[in-house]
């Protein structure tokens, strides 16, 4: 049972290019949620969805996008990357008991 | 405004000792919090979830939850080293949206 795998680890991007973060869980969840966190700081919610074809704003959304085609997968898009998106990136999920499981991470540097 | 509050610390002390650690949230309609402990470089990972007013007990961890006053609090008795991380509360707000302190670290000086 992998629970909620992001890949990439790591990754370096220079201004203005483009990505992707993966994020697949294996448990059926409905919820799903995409994080950042600033060195020293708490999680700031960047997009969550409640199902399949659903997604919503969290606090922080300006310069990302999101899609969920499928219960499992919750990819997280940044279009022109910029320094200030310079961050660790946290997928979770949540099953009925509002639970979150959190993915190992994605650590991206924009230079 | 949703917002989470805690003292980012850091807080120290020695080993065998009680940690306190507090979290007041700014919108009355929550009504799930959680708090989460994450060591440098790791995911967060669930210490406890606390729903109803009062006390909840897990092992060295008790959970402490006022809603008149929008406090939600962690004593870890008996610290050890072990416990020294990041310490995140969350609050659950309607709509499965989750919204996170910024975090107090704890350190257990053995």
């Known amino acids: 049972n992998a629970g909620v795998t992001q890949t990439p680890k790591f990754r370096i991007l220079k201004i203005g290019q483009s990505m992707t973060l993966q994020c697949t869980q294996d448990?059926?969840?409905?919820?799903m949620y995409w994080y950042r966190q600033d060195p020293g700081m708490g999680l700031k919610l960047i997009y969550y969805s409640v199902g399949a074809g659903i997604t919503d704003k969290g606090e922080v959304p300006n310069g990302y996008n999101v899609s969920r085609s499928t219960t499992e997968d919750f990819p997280l898009r940044l279009e022109l990357a910029a320094p200030s998106q310079t961050s660790v990136y946290f997928c979770?999920?949540?099953?009925?008991?509002?639970?979150?499981?959190f993915g190992a991470g994605t650590r991206l540097s924009v230079l | 405004q949703k917002e989470v509050e805690q003292n980012s610390g850091p807080l120290s002390v020695p080993e065998g000792a009680i940690a306190s650690l507090n979290c007041t949230y700014s919108d009355r309609v929550s009504q799930s919090f959680f708090w989460y402990r994450q060591y440098s470089g790791k995911s967060p990972e669930l210490i406890m979830s606390?729903?109803?007013?009062g006390d909840k007990e897990d092992g060295r961890f008790t959970a402490q939850l006022n809603k008149a006053s929008q406090y939600v609090s962690l004593l870890i008795r008996d610290s050890q080293p072990s416990d020294s991380a990041t310490y995140l509360c969350a609050v659950n707000y309607p709509g499965n949206q989750f919204y996170f302190g910024t975090g107090t670290s704890l350190t257990v000086i053995p």
């Open positions: 448990m059926n969840h409905n919820y």
């Open positions: 979770a999920s949540t099953g009925g008991a509002d639970i979150q499981y």
């Open positions: 606390i729903y109803s007013n």
